[in-house]
C-alpha cells in the first residue's frame, strides 16, 4: 500500500510544474467593472471628431459629458446645448431622455446627425483616449477625450 501511495506522490510531483507553467502561461484576465468605465468617461470632456457615415463634416463644437453620480450626459451638439440619460452594462451603452435647446444656426448638419445617431447607440468601445459608439455592429460616431474644465 505504502508503495502504490509512493509512486502516485511521485506521478503527481512529475505533471505539477507543467500545469504550473501551462497557467503561468495564460494571460491575466482583466475585468473592468461598470464603475471604472463610468469613473474613466466621466474624467473627460468628450470631443466628437468623426461620423463614420459620408460627408459629414465635424467642426470640434459638439461634446459629450458624463456624470455617473446620477447616470446623466450633457453637452453641445455645436449649436444647441443637450442632456438625457445614459445605461452602460460591459460593453453596451444606450442614451434615453435626450432633450436640448432650440436655437437655430446657420449650418445644423452635424447637429442634425449627432442628435440622429446618439438615440441609435446600443454600445461603445473605449481604447485610451478614443471613444467609438456603435448602432449594433456599425460605428457611427467618434470622440476623443479632452480636459475637463471647471465649468463642466
Known amino acids: 500500500m505504502l508503495s502504490m501511495l509512493s509512486i502516485a506522490w511521485l506521478a ?6 507543467a500545469t504550473s507553467e501551462a497557467h503561468a502561461a495564460e494571460p491575466p484576465q482583466i475585468h473592468t467593472s461598470d464603475a471604472q468605465i463610468e469613473k474613466r468617461l466621466a474624467s473627460h470632456l468628450w470631443q ?3 461620423f463614420f457615415e459620408q ?7 459638439t461634446n459629450l459629458n458624463f456624470m455617473p453620480q446620477n447616470k446623466s450626459i450633457s453637452g453641445s ?5 443637450y442632456f438625457g440619460s445614459y445605461t452602460l452594462h460591459q460593453d453596451k451603452l444606450s442614451f434615453s431622455q435626450l432633450g436640448s435647446t432650440k436655437m437655430m444656426c446657420m449650418d445644423m448638419t452635424e447637429e442634425d446627425a449627432f442628435f440622429k445617431h446618439i438615440g441609435q447607440v446600443t454600445r461603445f468601445k473605449l481604447n485610451d483616449d478614443i471613444l467609438t459608439l456603435f448602432d449594433r455592429n456599425m460605428p457611427v460616431m467618434q470622440f476623443t477625450a479632452q480636459a475637463k474644465s471647471n465649468s463642466h
Request: with cysteine.
Open 12 to 17: 503527481a510531483c512529475q505533471f505539477s510544474p
Open 55 to 61: 460627408n459629414i463634416p465635424t467642426t470640434g463644437n
Open 77 to 81: 451638439a455645436g449649436c444647441n446645448r
Open 48 to 50: 466628437l471628431t468623426a
